[in-house]
């Protein structure tokens, strides 16, 4: 065994192995080095029944699906091994109009990245499968391109493909401990001997909680224990066969939550039941291999029936085996795929609930970013940092057995799961809770989404149409538009960057001149490598060598790792985290000037306070650091505070607000309102997969000010042509649906681009969309159409901020807010 490597990768799993492929195939296949355990596939690959499923709601592990079936479909030409790729097509049923919605959105967001989706009648269902039900049936989905694989197979001949370009692989050898050396290279300690290499790739599946914590990370994975039945052979099964017939699609039942196959002449039912139970809390054993649980059939029966009464063939034969293996989940379901959060050349390749399905494509990815420097898609949505230090043993527990149960549920754009909530509150959360708020949560953090009004139930009402909460988020639109609004946002990420060596460092890491006296704010991008946007953060000058950055709350832990990332390691620059520390109340609407002027001596006129400011100031009793900036395009102020103090600062706010209209607004407000500026959204707008000028960030972005990270890729990418450009759209003939996000947008009948977010913009009373188009269109005036859960709308390309274009109201100029 070698001594010493470029990348070791931890894990013999296909996850695994696929890491070490790609890597491989990236010219690093004689400097890379796969340990295993015990033998390749022994831990939950073994098992897994080999399904790909493209469907998936994401845009970003739809894109990883996608290449992991068309990189399957070339492996055994490529390699020899045959890896037994049976493309019968998927067939997803529906019961409702619910869940055909969520397939109409499913499929807007596949034809984005090109995958093929195919929408049948009960009838044409029937053809594909004649031993299914159909009377009872709303339609289904048929993908041509999916179907299963043995996973096994997969697996070795990846495996034959990494030896080809001359990487190593040493099974039965167990890692033992992992320790980074000063100079920052690993030491991986063997019972085989010791490893120093440059990168390490823990894709250990199961074990992934004990691998993290021999380099002091606390991943969120849990495995989920999940059955499956082998059935004994069926006479009509083994009679198509004989004649010659195509095999059937592998067959899901949505709204019954399993899917159905065919395995040697029988079936393969997978149900996905709840009260599924995680497994392995404080890790397998280390001698485990091949390891199955008791079955628990009972768990299963409402499946098993479902199954029954939708292919009645299913019950006419006997059950060969039950399959109960462990498989790993994440709270939110999705892999984490990444670097490591404050640790140099970490990566994760963990939590693949569909490991499958997804390994092809993020060994892909993982190779690009630690061979490149960067991914070549946005990998946001399996970012392992989208987790916080929130989400502990406990936490996990809770949710990872919830995410299993929900697999098969509808996937609502607006839905907010309740296990392991509330956990993360403001002080004011009760004082919200009793004003009628509906919260969400992002990071953790309890967040009001909208407030339950004129006697509507205090709950949701999740659709991928305008529901019951329309109607209230119209209400609270309204009266900050015409007199004041308060919202909560405690929940943004906060730090502090100071030193010597600070403003240095930050004119380096942003691509916005900084602001340059004390008290003045500016909005600032943090590229990657490749001049797409990675980070956003509004940051304050507070002293000549001190700056406070604000960024959005879900990212706290992707931003502020990405911020260490860079700093210099010479103590010349202190981080210091003040998330926790610090509350924010949001004070916007026409009135916010005469509310806060009543409960402060501070001067709050244009003149002495102007806009993108920022001053200390003292509310009623309470100290507030005031920054004059809002996300809704209206005069305010966030009034960020020690936390101790929040209950004060909300109860004098509103002891002096009633005359004024003073009412609390919540998130699916505030998203309405920032539509209407065409305000951006990391991770939807803004991208890694977009420039910085693609998404139309030009005034925030100067090239003249001095080299920046990306700012050489940027500039490549300007003079090269830009392919896209983000663009709002006023959408016509829109009924009771909007657009969400991801929905294809076309010109003459051709996918031109995608809408990164939509919504109803109730201040210019239109149905807006941003979205990204080929640079060639992006002219006001041009029209293009928009998919609407299966319907297409006219839209038109317009300017920004169609809501007060010139930002009067929010500078309080020419008498917008009398």
């Not at 509150?425 to 990071?443: D, H, I, S, W």
């Not at 009034?639 to 003073?662: K, M, R």
């Not at 006023?730 to 991801?742: C, F, H, I, S, Y």
Request: proline share 5%; with cysteine; hydrophobic share 40%.
């Amino acid at each position: 065994m070698k001594n010493r490597a470029k990348v070791v990768i931890i894990g013999g799993g296909v996850v695994g192995v696929s890491s070490l492929y790609h890597l491989a195939r990236k010219g690093w296949g004689e400097h890379c080095v796969l340990l295993e355990k015990a033998e390749l596939t022994s831990g939950s690959t073994w098992h897994a029944a080999g399904l790909l499923p493209l469907f998936n709601m994401s845009y970003s592990v739809g894109q990883i699906h996608k290449y992991s079936v068309e990189l399957y479909q070339q492996l055994e030409q490529e390699t020899g091994q045959d890896v037994g790729f049976r493309q019968v097509g998927n067939l997803r049923l529906a019961m409702n109009d619910d869940r055909m919605d969520e397939y109409h959105q499913y499929a807007a967001t596949a034809r984005t990245i090109g995958v093929e989706v195919h929408f049948l009648t009960p009838d044409e269902v029937g053809q594909l499968w004649p031993m299914c039900r159909t009377d009872d049936l709303v339609g289904a989905i048929f993908h041509p391109q999916d179907g299963y694989i043995q996973p096994a197979d997969l697996t070795q001949a990846l495996a034959r493909g990494a030896r080809d370009h001359g990487a190593q692989i040493h099974r039965h050898t167990r890692v033992l401990a992992i320790e980074q050396a000063t100079s920052g290279a690993w030491l991986v300690h063997t019972d085989k001997g010791d490893i120093t290499c440059d990168h390490v790739i823990s894709a250990t599946g199961n074990y992934a909680r004990q691998t993290g914590a021999m380099v002091g990370l606390d991943l969120p994975v849990i495995p989920v224990e999940h059955q499956f039945l082998v059935m004994e052979p069926h006479p009509e099964l083994v009679a198509r066969r004989e004649r010659g017939e195509p095999e059937m699609p592998v067959l899901r039942e949505s709204d019954g939550s399993w899917y159905l196959r065919e395995e040697n002449g029988g079936f393969i039912l997978g149900p996905y039941e709840k009260g599924a139970p995680v497994c392995y809390v404080d890790g397998p054993d280390p001698e485990a291999e091949y390891e199955l649980f008791q079955e628990d059939i009972e768990r299963l029966e409402p499946h098993i029936e479902a199954a029954m009464a939708r292919v009645p063939a299913f019950g006419e034969v006997g059950l060969k085996q039950v399959y109960n293996g462990a498989i790993a989940y994440t709270p939110d379901g999705g892999p984490i795929v990444g670097p490591a959060w404050n640790i140099d050349n970490f990566w994760l390749n963990e939590g693949h609930s569909f490991g499958i399905t997804a390994a092809g494509g993020a060994g892909w990815q993982l190779a690009e970013w630690i061979v490149e420097g960067e991914p070549t898609i946005d990998m946001l949505g399996v970012d392992p940092r989208r987790f916080g230090d929130y989400a502990t043993k406990g936490y996990l527990i809770e949710k990872n057995e919830e995410a299993y149960a929900n697999v098969f549920t509808i996937h609502y754009p607006d839905e907010e799961r309740p296990a392991g909530r509330p956990l993360r509150t403001a002080p004011c959360y009760e004082r919200l809770q009793q004003m009628g708020a509906v919260f969400g949560q992002k990071f953790g953090w309890e967040r009001a989404n909208f407030f339950a009004v004129d006697g509507m139930p205090q709950e949701d009402d999740w659709s991928f149409r305008r529901s019951r909460w329309f109607e209230a988020v119209r209400k609270e639109v309204a009266n900050t538009t015409r007199n004041v609004g308060l919202l909560d946002m405690t929940a943004f990420a906060k730090c502090r960057i100071a030193g010597p060596g600070a403003e240095a460092f930050l004119n380096r890491f942003v691509a916005n001149t900084l602001p340059s006296r004390q008290g003045r704010i500016a909005l600032c991008h943090a590229l990657n490598q490749n001049g797409g946007i990675h980070s956003e953060f509004t940051i304050q000058r507070e002293a000549e060598d001190a700056f406070y950055l604000v960024s959005a709350g879900a990212l706290q832990r992707l931003d502020h790792d990405y911020i260490r990332r860079y700093m210099p390691r010479d103590g010349s620059v202190r981080f210091t985290p003040l998330t926790a520390a610090i509350g924010v109340l949001v004070l916007a609407g026409p009135r916010a000037r005469a509310l806060l002027q009543r409960i402060t001596a501070a001067d709050l006129s244009n003149e002495a306070f102007p806009w993108l400011s920022a001053r200390n100031i003292v509310v009623g009793m309470a100290p507030v650091n005031a920054m004059r900036v809002n996300y809704v395009g209206e005069l305010g102020w966030e009034l960020h505070h020690p936390i101790e103090y929040q209950n004060h600062i909300f109860d004098t706010l509103f002891a002096h607000g009633s005359d004024l209209g003073l009412k609390p607004f919540g998130i699916r407000a505030m998203d309405s309102m920032r539509l209407e500026k065409s305000y951006r959204m990391v991770g939807t707008e803004m991208s890694i997969e977009y420039s910085a000028y693609e998404s139309a960030m030009d005034r925030f972005i100067k090239p003249d000010k001095g080299d920046f990270i990306g700012r050489q890729a940027l500039l490549e990418r300007q003079e090269n042509g830009l392919n896209s450009r983000l663009v709002t759209l006023e959408v016509r003939g829109v009924e009771d649906a909007d657009a969400l996000g991801n929905n294809a947008l076309y010109k003459d009948d051709e996918v031109v681009g995608r809408a990164t977010g939509g919504g109803f913009g109730f201040r210019v009373d239109k149905s807006l969309a941003l979205g990204m188009v080929s640079t060639d269109l992006a002219v006001h005036g041009n029209e293009v159409e928009i998919e609407i859960l299966g319907r297409r709308c006219a839209a038109t390309i317009i300017p920004d901020s169609p809501f007060d274009p010139r930002n009067k109201r929010l500078r309080d100029v020419d008498g917008a807010n009398d």
